[in-house]
């Protein structure tokens, strides 16, 4: 067998069998394939995709290459759920405690943010203390005893996915379903849980921009995950502006605590209740409809909050900046960002406030970049509200002042406004099961 052959196969538009699938990625991930003959078979398979059979063979290959979780000692209890990225999503923060707390065992690993999308692992590293790097046999008893434990990607989980990523982000190769549905996949099913709940958003703020795209890629996972004996359910959400007001760590932390004391955002707290009682209903094979009500009055009785400092605490982070938020690390300098426009909100580019905070420090540009924590924007405005000139449409903040000029440009481009007040687009677009 060939790799000139295999990308010779798939340039002509023809199914790559098994065998041709393992042979590619297994002889890349060893370094018997060169970059330049792998990059020629993604941009082959990114012209003229790939069927359901070769996405599951390629999933599937991926995820063997490296470790593989055994969940099975907490029966089918086990659920993870996964965003495809977007601009302040603090989802995990807030739907982990609650699902935990209804008895769902949320064995979690997250990744780190790179460009203008958070990440997890990072949000949480903002708490002083939290280790986010537990060994497996740390990880499995925190589960065992809390029903939660969030982590950050082992360096051998899906290890082909690592190494095909780097190379379709510099090879103009990103931009295709069935390598973005195995990429993701890979990684879920490797993770081991029973059950996964997909955020796949949709919108400027978000990689796949329109509606359509964001159902295909959801279809192609959720019949990845149903080939390998997962229950999975996704949920298409908008990804135009950011979700809830805070982005940046420290800021996105305060946010989830306030939704887990019941005085978040409210679209925030919808979509949270949401996605955990879908986490909810795969668990305990029960109705959605039952699962949603269990997940409200885990936050309305406080459950979910507890649970949350149970969890902090088992990983060794200090507590008392989540009883009190103003602990939490915040840059020093800030910036009131004011409207030179009279009317209505109709819109707030979610990417440019995702780019903006990037830019005063709270995302990366480059693998290597540090984070502050304590940089970020607060929206003091949202789509439909009325301004005038002069009113204050965020806040940012940064630990140098030279920062400001740049994202204050970027904030206020993101923005756009109409004489009539607009409708409120839906969050919850679509469900796919």
């Given amino acids: 067998m060939r790799i000139y052959d295999i990308i010779s196969k798939k340039r002509h538009g023809l199914s790559l069998s098994k065998e041709e699938i393992e042979f590619a990625v ?8 060169p970059d330049y003959q ?29 470790d593989v979780l055994d969940l099975s000692r907490f029966s089918n209890l086990t659920v993870d759920k996964h965003s495809t990225g977007g601009v302040g999503d603090k989802t995990t923060l807030i739907v982990a405690p609650i699902a935990a707390s209804l008895g769902c065992k949320v064995a979690k690993m997250s990744g780190r943010g790179l460009g203008f999308t958070g990440g997890t692992v990072d949000k949480l590293e903002a708490i002083s203390g939290y280790n986010t ?17 969030v982590i950050g990607q082992t360096g051998n989980l899906a290890p082909a996915d690592k190494k095909i990523y780097a190379l379709r982000d510099v090879t103009a190769t990103i931009d295709s379903v069935p390598l973005i549905a195995s990429s993701i996949m890979s990684k879920k099913l490797a993770a081991g849980s029973s059950s996964i709940v997909l955020d796949v958003k949709c919108g400027s703020g978000a990689f796949m921009k329109d509606r359509a795209g964001a159902i295909s890629l959801a279809e192609a996972m959720v019949k990845i995950g149903r080939s390998f004996g997962r229950r999975v359910r996704a949920v298409i959400t908008n990804m135009d502006a950011p979700l809830g007001v805070c982005v940046g760590n420290s800021l996105e932390i305060c946010e989830a605590v306030d939704v887990l004391k019941g005085r978040g955002d409210k679209k925030l707290t919808s979509l949270c209740l949401t996605l955990a009682a879908n986490m909810v209903s795969l668990s305990f094979d029960i109705p959605y409809e039952e699962a949603y009500k269990k997940a409200v009055l885990s936050l309305e009785s406080g459950k979910a909050f507890e649970k949350m400092l149970e969890w902090v605490s088992y990983q060794g982070g200090d507590v008392r900046p989540i009883k009190d938020t103003s602990l939490l690390p915040l840059a020093k300098h800030k910036v009131e960002v004011k409207s030179d426009f009279d009317g209505y909100v109709c819109r707030i580019d979610a990417e440019k406030i995702g780019l903006a905070s990037m830019s005063l420090g709270a995302g990366r540009a480059k693998k290597d970049d540090k984070i502050d924590f304590g940089a970020g924007i607060v929206l003091k405005v949202g789509v439909s509200d009325k301004v005038s000139r002069g009113d204050v449409l965020a806040v940012a903040y940064a630990s140098d002042k030279s920062l400001f000029d740049g994202a204050e440009k970027l904030i206020k481009e993101a923005f756009t406004f109409s004489d009539k007040k607009p409708e409120e687009k839906e969050l919850i677009l679509d469900t796919i099961s």
């Fill in 26 to 33: 297994n002889g890349y991930v060893r370094g018997d394939i």
């Fill in 38 to 66: 792998m990059s020629a078979l993604l941009m082959a398979i990114c012209i003229n995709s790939m069927n359901e059979e070769e996405t599951a063979i390629l999933t599937k290959t991926m995820m063997n290459s490296g």
């Fill in 133 to 149: 790097s537990l060994s497996v046999e740390d990880f499995f008893s925190q589960v065992e005893k809390i029903g939660i434990a």
